[in-house]
């Protein structure tokens, strides 16, 4: 099962407007409804920010947004914070009921 | 509140076996199912496998598919992940991460530094 596609890096100015392209096959992102992002820090663990492609946990702010269009789950971040600074994984549940994530995509808020 | 605490960091030799404990509490550990998930320094996150919720099935990464074995012990609400014949390239940071019902992984260990060096 290869990676997910992802940019490796993306950068946006407080207050601004990203969004982080997921780019998978039809066994995966294409023919799934459970992709999920993940917010990680340096050192920490991930946490989860997106799940079913567009649902947020409680808690995580509604800056943050998730859709899927045929094969590419895209993250938008709207409204950038110094604190949204870090790297960011999409991840998908396949047809065979395994899991693949993302190369991962660092943001910097500049 | 969820917690997964996991064990301690391990240091291995080259050819060794390493198991990983993952403690859930918070919840009914019976009802979800457990991921285990690897990031390697400075590289992506790896998923591994996962082990169900109901009747301990577990599915496997083909990378991982002869190396890794994932198991629970319900009585102690506690997952484990062993992988054999280490190599340096299995140093990494190994979490366990709880399943939401197949939509996602919500909560995840504190991770575990497994260092493989001769």
């Known amino acids: 099962q290869s990676a997910l596609t992802q940019p490796a890096s993306v950068s946006g100015s407080p207050g601004q407007s990203i969004t982080i392209s997921c780019t998978g096959t039809?066994?995966?992102?294409?023919?799934?409804?459970?992709v999920s992002w993940y917010q990680q820090r340096p050192g920490k663990a991930p946490e989860l920010m997106i799940y079913?492609?567009?649902d947020r946990p409680s808690g995580v702010s509604n800056r943050f947004s998730g859709s899927k269009s045929g094969n590419t789950a895209s993250l938008t971040i709207s409204g950038l914070q110094a604190e949204d600074e870090a790297d960011y994984y999409c991840s998908s549940c396949t047809t065979t009921s395994t899991w693949v994530f993302g190369g991962g995509t660092k943001l910097t808020v500049l | 509140q969820v917690h997964l605490v996991q064990s301690g960091a391990e240091v291995k030799k080259p050819g060794a076996s390493v198991k990983v404990s993952c403690k859930a509490s918070g919840y009914t550990f019976t009802g979800y199912a457990i991921h285990w998930v690897r990031q390697a320094p400075g590289q992506r996150l790896e998923w591994m496998g996962w082990i169900t919720a109901d009747n301990d099935n577990t599915k496997y990464s083909q990378k991982f598919q002869d190396r890794v074995t994932i198991t629970r012990d319900t009585s102690a609400s506690t997952a484990y992940m062993e992988l054999s014949s280490l190599r340096s390239e299995d140093t990494a940071v190994y979490y366990c991460?709880?399943?939401?019902?197949?939509?996602?992984?919500?909560?995840w260990g504190q991770g575990t530094l497994v260092t493989v060096s001769s």
């Open positions: 039809s066994s995966d992102v294409g023919g799934s409804n459970s």
């Open positions: 079913d492609v567009s």
């Open positions: 991460a709880r399943d939401l019902f197949g939509r996602s992984l919500d909560y």
